[in-house]
């Protein structure tokens, strides 16, 4: 059989799943579920890639990604080779775990995501168990058949008390861990903040209601790209000029954290030691920001970074670190000047590099 092609894209988008060998389990237990969720974190923090979904069921994963600097390939198979020997080593067993390599398939951008996102979260009620078998599925996309009123409200409720799951932390019920990314997609479901989360719910009903779409099962089921034609053109005649991995563009050259900092110092027209211990300065929320994006240091490596650059003897810890860098971004969104501020430090460190 034919290897699965990767196509890695700068700024790409993806649905990646992947399934137990034999269509065995990959998760027996709550302490399998946690140890995988840990990593996936981990791979945020060592990759730079982003995860806006996730899906954990007893034989198989959904996730749905994106990677800065086209390194998806990298990223997912030390993820699955991670948690492979773990779990091997827990089980006291041998041999692969997974069922070949992980399936990938690229993504137009958030508007496709969005959609893709509700097929994901439904994941763990779309089964036989909750009266939803293939032909079931089928008959209800296909507007054949109509569940009650009260068979949605049972579903609705095992989506809100399954765990392993984005959907709690979209749907509002569940705070979500520090290295999943959610504003982009909620944006999708409302334009205004405070109703997002009401938006994602209501979406959700409505598909738990009416089915999957049949045209994004079957764009699934294709395994090829989920997208506009022009898109899936796009990644077909990558994939035919390349076999393996295929780049829209180089790799960015990452910065020093230095570099970084004398690029602040620029857009803020001040000295570093005049802004990081000022309470409140846009510029050390603005200084986290560049150097988690140009910098592929950790968390943790930029509290240290951070803590030396100040004359502070202690390092910031990297939970307020990642929280500093996310309030600052949902600030960024309403606020013109922090917005114009990010735009000036891109062109300014994008320019000497």
């Known amino acids: 059989m034919a290897r699965p092609l990767r196509i890695d ?3 790409g988008w ?7 060998i034999e269509r065995r389990a990959i998760f027996t237990d709550g302490r399998e579920h946690e140890r995988f969720l840990d990593l996936l974190g981990e791979a945020v923090d060592r990759f730079r890639i982003l995860v806006h979904a996730h899906v954990e069921l007893p034989n198989h994963y959904h996730l749905i990604m994106q990677t800065p600097e086209a390194n998806l390939s990298l990223a997912m198979q030390w993820l699955n080779l991670s948690y ?3 779990f091997n080593r827990r089980h006291d067993r041998v041999g692969p775990l997974f069922q070949g390599r992980f399936k990938s398939i690229p993504v137009e951008g958030s508007a496709w995501a969005y959609e893709l996102s509700v097929y994901v979260h439904l994941n763990p009620v779309m089964r036989q168990a ?3 078998s293939k032909l079931e599925k089928k008959a209800e996309s296909e507007g054949l058949r109509a569940p009650s009123r009260d068979v949605v409200t049972r579903r609705l409720k095992q989506l809100r008390e399954f765990p392993w799951s984005s959907y709690g932390a979209y749907a509002g019920y569940r705070k979500p861990p520090s290295w999943l990314t ?3 997609l909620h944006k999708r479901a409302a334009r205004e903040q405070a109703e997002r989360m009401r938006a994602y719910r209501r979406h959700v009903r409505q598909r738990l209601a009416r089915g999957i779409e049949p045209e994004l099962k079957e764009r699934l089921a294709d395994g ?4 506009t034609e022009a898109f899936c053109t796009k990644m077909r005649k990558a994939a035919a ?4 991995t295929v780049g829209t563009r180089e790799l960015r050259r990452r910065a020093s954290f230095a570099e970084v900092v004398r690029a602040v110092e620029r857009v803020r027209k001040k000295p570093a030691g005049e802004f990081l211990d000022t309470r409140g300065d846009w510029a050390r929320p603005l200084l986290l920001w560049g150097a988690r994006r140009w910098t592929g240091m950790t968390l943790r490596e930029l509290g240290f970074a951070l803590g030396e650059t100040a004359g502070h003897r202690r390092p910031a810890d990297y939970t307020a670190v990642a929280m500093a860098i996310k309030r600052f971004e949902q600030k960024a969104e309403h606020d013109k000047a922090l917005s114009s501020a990010m735009q000036s430090l891109v062109a300014s460190i994008e320019c000497e590099m």
């Open 14 to 20: 993806y649905h990646v799943a992947s399934r137990g």
């Open 241 to 244: 000029s390349q076999r393996e």
């Open 9 to 11: 894209i700068a700024d």
């Open 130 to 132: 909750h009266g939803l």
């Open 182 to 184: 959610t504003e982009e």
């Open 224 to 227: 090829f790209a989920l997208g």
């Open 84 to 86: 492979a020997a773990w």
